[in-house]
């Protein structure tokens, strides 16, 4: 006998409210199904283990088909199926008031509503006109039964043959979603969703080439791993096991080889299992996101994890899989759950636990791997306190020599000598070895050292680590002439009248070459009569904003503005009291035609910009042949 009913909901319509509210994403409806399946069959083994099925288990896999000329797609399964009461049970009573009802009802636990022949299985009618099932329960004597329905709250369902037990979910497709009878996007979506399901899911055959086809063999396509890797032990596991298993995990990446990893395994207070790699990093954030995948019971979920876990931990690589985290919820819901909050501190806490082990008991491998952890570290300490506060005592310093210290050790290595005439512990730094390579060098004769910091998050670190230190100052190398560096005492004025200020500047503006986007002012300081004439440098609160600048939105104005920098006359240099002298009886543009006509002016600032790397094009073109010429 046939049963015609409607389902029992007695708002307009549950179907479009399914789509809109629970999925975001067609494709999940695969994923819901499959999902479904391997919970029937999961079942029927449960009930088999503890002697309330007492048949046959035979062969107990998910097999997904395409049937073309139907235009349905099928996933069936031999799990506990169900009867014609479990039908009505789990399918047919939607038992809500109204749309508005709905929402409330599950706003605060989603997840709820999703699980076996729950709700997930509507999410078929995202992309089918016609869903039937067909099922037969493992009960004895159960009866097989077909329902129908075509996305109304219609339905239709009677009694029909079905030799085995287990259900069929046939999806009769819509003309939008033509493309899920395509082999290879159903394959994809499978591997996508379905790569770790603890029940084999089967797709077909596996295929050979032969006579220049690919053809059928006899052998089962199973499109899943049921024991992944983060599900065994981790004693039983070699290093090259968890090699593998990133390289399975990102098989079309660039990524080198991971530094080393973390197994996690909990079962209280809450259930999470996982294996997180830690990737050598590179100088660039955006490159490094989103490579973790979340599971849950070894469904995917997502690869973004953001809220799900802290920001700084999705430069790490891997899987997490936690049945504590609910599948079809919102990016706010999640950040809220109490669970995922605990899950998110735990992994927190691992992480930084693994680090502190790696130096402690290996220090020297600690510090081979620092230049690819330090981004990592520096943006942990950015954004998380807690693990700020743990990783601090073993965040390492670079020096220009390639040696480590921790914050304490460098601290006692130049308090001595570095320590200014306020108190303030000054930790002088280079952005590249290279271009810097002149006010290093002159800061490491005066028996200062210097710390290499040329990381993308190094400037606002450097920020975290001078309020944390107290008393503590980072300054870039070529900030200011080394004498005026680390101020042991109060610098003597040179004694200038303003008229002979004025016009050097002008003169020495005048044998500047253009350079866009760059400002130069003109300072005057006694450096002694060995230092050099002239100085180019750039204050360390400008330059450090306009760096701050390009990461952080809010500081964008500090972006726009020119560079700052500034020439620096040694008022104790023979060459620089003469021209102090020749300014004092002339006027602005006699004193300009003179040392341009003179060319020494222009080749002590072409000197000074050269060293620092600031001489480009035409204008070190001319300084060349101006050198040439004196030889």
Known sequence: MVQKGQIGVTTENIFPIIKKFLYSDHEIFLREIVSNAVDATQKIKTLADVGEFKGELGELTVQVSIDKEKKSLTISDRGIGMTAEEVDKYINQIALSSAND??????????????????GFYSSFMVSKQVEIVTKSYKEGAKAVKWSCDGTPNFTMEEVEKADRGTDIILYLDEENQEFLEKSKVESLLKKYCRFLPVPVVFGKKQEWKDGNYVDTQEDNVINEINPLWKQKPADLKEEDYLQFYRDLYPLSMFEEPMFWIHLNVDYPFNLTGILYFPKIKNNLDLQRNKIQLYSNQVFVTDSVEGIVPEFL?????????????LNVSRSYLQSDHNVKKISNHITRKVADKLEELFKKERTQFEQKWDSLKLFIAYGMLTEEKFSDKVVKFALMKNVDDKYFTLDEYKSLVEGSQT???????????????????????AKEKGYDVLMMDGQLDVHWMGLLEQKLGKTRFVRVDSDTVEHLISKEEPESPSLTDKQKELVTEAVKSQLPPMEKIEFGVDFKALGEASRPVQITQNEFSRRMKEMSAMQQ????????PDSYQVVLNVDHSLIKQLIEESENKEKETL????????????????????????????????????????
Request: a negative charge; proline letters at 3%.
């Open 592 to 631: 300009i035609a003179e040392v341009t006509s003179e060319g020494k002016l222009r080749q002590m600032v072409d000197l000074a910009l050269l060293s620092h790397n600031m001489l480009k094009g035409e204008a070190l073109s001319n300084f060349v042949k101006r050198s040439f010429e004196t030889l």
């Open 102 to 119: 709905f929402l409330d009802q599950y706003k605060e636990n989603m997840h709820a509503i999703i699980g076996h022949f729950g709700l």
């Open 314 to 326: 999705t430069l790490l690589h891997g899987v997490i899989d936690s049945p504590d985290i609910p």
């Open 554 to 561: 809010q500081m964008a104005f500090y972006g726009e503005m």
């Open 420 to 442: 200014d005439k306020n108190g303030d512990l000054i930790w002088l730094y280079a952005g590249d070895k290279e271009k810097q390579y002149a006010p290093i060098d002159a």
